[in-house]
């Protein structure tokens, strides 16, 4: 039987979700689309454009597609504006247009490329995502006895597809989703708890009071590190992944793994809906 540890239930009154590869399968036809605008991206800045579908969504999921795109080029030495650098201490540094023949990744330029995976990725998910009622279900169980939020590093234009092609819009509408691409004031991506905090912020609640759930390590790094104890929800890992992922998520500190919303909803809805 799954059992939390350490942890009391009893303060809880928000569930912070993520969003990709949580409450809907999104990860993997995301990563179909946004490889093709990637390997474009990497091409135009001399690198090589030949990542699939598939190593990109190994070695990225958890990060938005702004904070690949920058460790992407300095991972193969484009240099960037400092701006676009952040904290990176390896990124060649740059001011004007070239380094050595090198196009330099500008801010400006990174932004177009943004918008273009953004578009891309966006429009094919509406296609290929549909409803599913062992997410649905259970989520609006949930939802009679706990606020629901959605806290993500994905857009926001690129949630509200994804809320309104699998029906879960109603139970987590907009102004409940918190995006680290747009709901900052400096975009971010997880494990930056940055996000974590402003949500937390924006519903009053810290520690004990939310409740995370969340399919990748970054994401729970995140939650970790915003004070939120954090479940692992491993139901849409694919099955010879998810020994190595449970392990990983309990080495980034979540209080549980749970393969299915209905084992979650097992396990919080004795406390929380206890008359």
Same mark, same amino acid.
């Given at each position: ?11 809880? !009154? ?28 990497? $091409? ?8 699939? =579908?598939?190593?990109? !969504? ?28 952040? $904290?990176? %201490? ?11 023949? +090198? =196009? ?26 549909? %409803?599913?009622?062992?997410? +649905? ?31 879960? =819009? ?6 409940? +989703? ?34 995370? /759930?969340?399919? $990748? ?6 939650? /970790? ?12 890992? %694919? ?18 793994? /749970?393969? $299915? ?8 809805? %004795? ?5």
């Amino acid at each position: 039987m799954i059992q939390f540890h350490d942890i009391d239930l009893a303060e809880l !009154r928000v569930l912070l979700c993520d969003a990709d590869g949580n409450l809907f399968p999104s990860e993997e036809p995301a990563f179909v689309a946004s490889a093709e605008v990637t390997n474009a991206f990497l $091409s135009t800045y001399g690198a090589p454009g030949t990542l699939t =579908a598939e190593q990109l !969504r190994l070695g990225t999921t958890g990060k938005n597609f702004r904070t690949t795109a920058v460790d992407l080029c300095v991972a193969h030495g484009v240099p960037v504006e400092p701006a676009v650098a952040g $904290s990176r %201490p390896q990124a060649i540094l740059a001011t004007g247009p070239t380094v050595d023949g +090198r =196009a330099v990744l500008t801010a400006e330029a990174l932004e177009h490329w943004v918008a273009e995976e953004k578009e891309r990725v966006s429009a094919y998910l509406g296609e290929v995502l549909t %409803p599913d009622r062992d997410v +649905r279900d259970p989520l609006g169980k949930l939802a009679a006895h706990l606020a629901l939020a959605a806290v993500s590093s994905s857009a926001l234009g690129r949630l509200e597809t994804c809320f309104v092609a699998t029906d879960l =819009a109603a139970l987590i509408p907009g102004e409940q +989703r918190y995006s680290a691409e747009d709901s900052l004031p400096v975009p971010t991506s997880k494990p930056d708890p940055a996000i974590y905090r402003h949500a937390g912020r924006e519903l009053g609640c810290a520690g004990a009071q939310g409740l995370a /759930v969340e399919d $990748s390590v970054p994401g729970a790094q995140s939650a /970790v590190a915003a004070g939120f104890p954090t479940v692992g929800n491993v139901m849409f890992v %694919p099955e010879p992944e998810r020994a190595e992922r449970v392990e990983a998520l309990r080495q980034a500190g979540v209080v549980a793994v /749970v393969t $299915s919303w209905w084992d979650l909803a097992d396990l919080v809805l %004795p406390t929380v809906g206890a008359p």
